[in-house]
């Protein structure tokens, strides 16, 4: 499994790094990015922080655990801001809080995402044809989520993809030990998102490449 947004207590998780990716190891992960909500008053805190956790436990143990963050109910018009300053303290994953269904996010958080070229617009709920279509040119995945509540709109946002040819990948949203998957059960719930298994295969290649570009850009980290 490749996981590119997850959770530790630097937010909303209820696991420090090390047990979060070591847990992660025993599910059978290759990579884990660790992605905690941020927004303009703690990127400063957050990614060094979990950078200096990845790059330790990532000479240890047998997976290779990258820094991100998960931008979350910013203001659209800050995006572009936001994303380059987490880049520029070493964000390997940027990940934008999607207009889930299941939130109050602010309307056109979903194109300034992508306008502002984030790695991976999660949980884009409703997303229009449009939105998908600049996610495509501007090489930013799409996600399909195996997060309850969230997960709703995973059969509409393939559809969208499908349409468009925007890139997918899939994430758990990991906040608690029992949010991480197996690729077996990735793989469901990708079908009941109406996505075929040829397909499933280009999901984890997309994620993979997405990962290996990341290791490529900041590869001391590992």
């Known amino acids: 499994m490749i996981d590119l947004h997850t959770h530790s207590l630097f937010s909303d998780g209820v696991l420090v790094p090390s047990e979060l990716v070591r847990r992660a190891v025993m599910k059978g992960y290759e990579v884990i990015a660790i992605t905690d909500h941020g927004d303009a008053s703690n990127l400063d805190f957050i990614i060094p922080r979990v950078t200096t956790a990845c790059r ?45 269904l299941v939130e109050p996010v602010h309307p056109g958080t979903n194109r300034a995402a992508i306008e502002a070229k984030v790695d991976i617009l999660a949980h884009p709920g409703l997303i229009t044809r449009e939105e998908a279509e600049l996610a495509a040119k501007n090489g930013v995945c799409l996600e399909i989520t195996t997060r309850k509540g969230h997960s709703l709109s995973n059969g509409h946002v393939a559809k969208m993809a499908g349409a468009t040819g925007a890139k997918l990948v899939i994430d758990t949203d990991t906040h608690e030990p029992g949010d991480l998957v197996t690729d077996d059960f990735a793989r469901t719930v990708l079908l009941g998102a109406g996505i075929g298994r040829r397909q499933m295969d280009e999901i984890f290649q997309n994620s993979r490449e997405l990962a290996e570009r990341a290791i490529k850009k900041f590869g001391s980290i590992v």
């Open 56 to 100: 330790e436990l990532g000479k240890r143990w047998k997976i290779k655990a990258l820094p991100g963050i998960e931008l979350t109910h910013v203001p659209p018009e800050t995006f572009g801001a936001l994303t380059k300053k987490a880049r520029k303290l070493g964000a390997m994953i940027v990940v934008a809080h999607g207009e889930t």
